[in-house]
């Protein structure tokens, strides 16, 4: 197995992949608790040392899986895990406000079981609290000595460059791969611009450009894919060319569709630093190999060509799910 090497996001040095934890605890059907934890210490002896989760997922499930996973590896670890999105009467809502800003970094740290975040992001933008105020606050995290770095997730251009004024803003986290690449129009730009890493979530497509996906069916019955509308009817047919196209060149490079799509996006820049998420080893193992795969600017030309910005038929979210900063719309 390659040795994973690393990237900086700003000052903060951290493996070249990351791993998102948040399916070992919603959304993409059942997961099995020691399969998750295996799963992360897996990741730590492969190299890996940036994990993602947030207090959202699983209501606070995740962050106590995570917490007690790295209870004995708390210093081989990159902690990241964000806050704002709470669930309301069934309903998710966005709080952004400074107060709760102090109350949900406290409550992810209890969770935790650690005493700092070395990433701690705002989730999602709050339309009815200004950014500099919400910045303000996480700042003081820091000043506490709580939060080691600041991050943002799914927020625009201009919401960066204003938060950017408060405090330097280490990380983005948006959706970015082979079939959403909307980032790319002034996001990306922008957050190079200030010096602002980019860590893609879903870049692997939640899972479809690998491949593996052949039919809705495929999903279990608790699984959110099963509503969402690039994985729904003609939708799906369409984009199943995407993948099969996306599967031959793998084949001819002798490389998996993962790891083509993830070289993709490790391809786009040393400041990007994706989060493919998954709660078994088989798949985890798989990822990791894509720092291996080398793509030439033939090659890159190519990728392109099968995956111009827009080939994806269908929003990223179906309409129950689409709060956040616009025009990013949410994970």
């Not at 079981?113 to 995290?141: K, N």
């Not at 890159?300 to 025009?327: C, F, M």
């Amino acid at each position: 197995m390659t040795s994973m090497p690393t990237r900086r996001l700003g000052e903060l040095e951290v493996s070249a992949i990351g791993l998102g934890c948040m399916g070992m605890s919603q959304s993409y059907g059942p997961a099995d608790r020691d399969e998750s934890i295996a799963t992360i210490h897996r990741a730590l002896e492969l190299g890996i040392t940036f994990l993602d989760t947030a207090d959202v997922y699983g209501s606070g499930h995740n962050e106590k899986l995570v917490g007690e996973a790295i209870r004995e590896r708390r210093d081989d670890v990159v902690l990241a895990t964000k806050f704002s999105l709470q669930w309301v009467d069934g309903r998710t809502a966005i709080n952004g406000r400074p107060d709760y800003v102090h109350q949900a970094c406290d409550a992810s740290l209890q969770r935790l079981g650690v005493d700092h975040i070395d990433l701690y992001y705002q989730h999602r933008v709050d339309p009815e609290v200004p950014i500099e105020d919400t910045v303000g606050a996480m700042a003081e995290l820091v000043d506490a000595g709580k939060v080691r770095y600041l991050g943002l997730s799914e927020a625009s251009s201009a919401t960066i460059e204003r938060a950017c004024a408060v405090h330097q803003i280490t990380a983005l986290q948006s959706e970015w791969s082979l079939w959403t690449r909307d980032l790319e129009d002034e996001v990306v730009g922008i957050a190079r611009k200030f010096g602002v890493g980019i860590v893609p979530f879903s870049p692997l497509g939640r899972g479809f450009l690998t491949g593996a996906i052949r039919s809705p069916e495929d999903f279990a019955e608790d699984d959110f894919r099963r509503n969402n509308p690039r994985f729904q009817g003609e939708n799906f047919q369409a984009n199943l060319r995407l993948v099969d196209e996306v599967t031959a060149m793998a084949a001819e490079k002798g490389c998996t569709a993962s790891q083509l799509a993830l070289a993709w996006v490790l391809a786009q820049g040393e400041d990007v630093v994706p989060i493919p998420g998954t709660k078994r080893r088989s798949y985890l193992e798989d990822n990791v190999g894509a720092v291996a795969v080398h793509l030439d600017a033939a090659e890159l030309r190519r990728l392109d060509e099968i995956a111009p910005q827009g080939v994806a038929v269908g929003e990223r979210y179906s309409w129950q799910h689409s709060y956040g900063d616009s025009p990013q719309p949410s994970e």
